[in-house]
T-cell receptor, first 112, second 118 residues
Framework: KQEVTQIPAALSVPEGENLVLNCSFTDSAIYNLQWFRQDPGKGLTSLLLIQSSQREQTSGRLNASLDKSSGRSTLYIAASQPGDSATYLCAAISGSARQLTFGSGTQLTVLP | DGGITQSPKYLFRKEGQNVTLSCEQN?????MYWYRQDPGQGLRLIYY???????QKGDIAEGYSVSREKKESFPLTVTSAQKNPTAFYLC?????????????????FGPGTRLTVL
């Protein structure tokens, strides 16, 4: 059964800092991995989707990488801003689960 | 404006009462999903539907029911059999990929409904 873990649960950084959010998964036979952003009391906004054949995806200041052999994905945020403060969730789809399995998220606070 | 709408935003339920949460999408997506989110936790799948008049149970379907009479609509009923229904409920949709798979495609989410039991 696929399990997805995100550590740390919470992270605070000063504005302007580059940062990395971590996501690990137990079943390396994944089809894709998706990163989401969730603001308090809101739905999820899809940030990046990495297919199993890809190593990374980029969108603006965001870069997501995927290493299936080590069971890890990272979300890199460059030049962080207070507006980046939110909870970031990763979710993986694997052949065994055939559904999105979510991590519990990392709550990011960017301090002005 | 294409997207997914959920209503109501807040819902209060009395003990023993059934309530229905609405989810509508105008993205022409084939598949729709319902998830439950509890504080500090990730999302858990309740039900999903790949096509009209068909739906499948997810990991936590007990105490819930759904219908899919129209492609754009996937309402969720929280029945009195659900013992701990207080949670944030999220609806999502995705396209079906060539070859029939759909879970492997990007999922888009609605704004959510917060259900509280009084």
């Amino acid at each position: 059964k696929q399990e997805v873990t995100q550590i740390p649960a919470a992270l605070s950084v000063p504005e302007g800092e580059n940062l990395v959010l971590n996501c690990s998964f137990t079943d390396s036979a994944i089809y894709n991995l998706q990163w989401f952003r969730q603001d308090p009391g809101k739905g999820l906004t899809s940030l990046l989707l990495i297919q199993s054949s890809q190593r990374e995806q980029t969108s603006g200041r965001l870069n997501a990488s995927l290493d299936k052999s080590s069971g890890r994905s990272t979300l890199y945020i460059a030049a962080s801003q207070p507006g980046d403060s939110a909870t970031y969730l990763c979710a993986a789809i694997s052949g065994s689960a055939r559904q999105l399995t979510f991590g519990s998220g990392t709550q990011l606070t960017v301090l002005p | 404006d294409g997207g997914i709408t959920q209503s109501p935003k807040y819902l209060f339920r009395k003990e023993g009462q059934n309530v229905t949460l609405s989810c509508e999408q105008n993205l022409n997506h084939d598949a729709m999903y319902w998830y439950r989110q509890d504080p500090g936790q990730g999302l858990r799948l309740i039900y999903y539907s790949q096509i009209v008049n068909d739906f499948q149970k997810g990991d936590i379907a007990e105490g819930y029911s759904v219908s899919r009479e129209k492609k754009e609509s996937f309402p969720l009923t929280v029945t009195s059999a659900q013992k701990n229904p207080t949670a944030f409920y999220l609806c999502a949709s995705s396209l079906r990929l060539a070859g029939g798979s759909f879970f492997y495609n990007e999922q888009f989410f609605g704004p959510g409904t917060r259900l509280t039991v009084l």
